[in-house]
């Protein structure tokens, strides 16, 4: 009994510095001038060399959403490739246009996320996936296409939380899911802003 109490306060612990940062998600922005098509990669605009993502149906949500028997380390393996594409697409958009909000502010916490997980994985005894995700970030030629990118990639991230969050699962995975989930509202809200 002694060790689940410790167990489910390190995932508390956990949880509170994943939120921890996503308290400062602001900011203004950059008016557009080129876009990219998210969906087949294809660039249109004057901007060239945009990088495109791999499409891959079995990666992060995609993978999640279209899983009809998700078992315990498909849903995590699916939520941290998820969390590594949120990083790796922030971090994208600060490389090509510097600090701007709210992906500054967003891209810390979603290695908080990462690490929430990452505890998840070695309760279990479990191997960490590799970070992949560089193979599927689509670079934006604007801001505001970042920002469109980003806010698609937020829903689809709730709703894949919110898939996880209907299966039978044990405390510590749906304590960390539903502050994941909630994170991801918090995120939504700073790209519609």
């Given amino acids: 009994m002694k060790g689940k109490a410790v167990k489910m306060l390190i995932v508390s612990l956990a949880v509170l510095a994943m939120f921890a940062g996503c308290s400062s998600q602001t900011g203004n922005n950059t008016t557009p001038t080129n876009t990219t098509n998210t969906e087949t990669g294809t660039e249109t605009g004057t901007e060239t060399g945009n990088e495109t993502a791999v499409e891959s149906d079995v990666y992060g949500y995609k993978g999640a959403l279209a ?11 699916y939520a941290i490739e998820d969390e590594y594409a949120a990083r790796s697409e922030y971090q994208a958009v600060i490389d090509k246009f510097g600090e701007v909000n709210p992906f500054s502010s967003i891209v810390g916490a979603e290695q908080n996320h ?21 193979t599927h970030v689509v670079v934006p030629a604007t801001v505001e296409e970042g920002m469109d990118i980003c806010e698609e990639a937020e829903i689809n991230n709730i709703a894949m939380y919110e898939k996880f969050l209907s299966q039978n699962l044990p405390d510590d995975m749906k304590q960390v899911f539903t502050s994941l989930k909630e994170a991801s509202e918090q995120h939504l809200a700073a790209f519609t802003k």
């Fill in 67 to 77: 899983d009809e028997n998700l078992t315990e380390e498909e849903m995590l393996r």
């Fill in 114 to 134: 990462i690490d929430a997980l990452i505890t998840l994985y070695g309760y279990r005894d479990m191997a960490v996936p590799e970070d992949t995700s560089s």
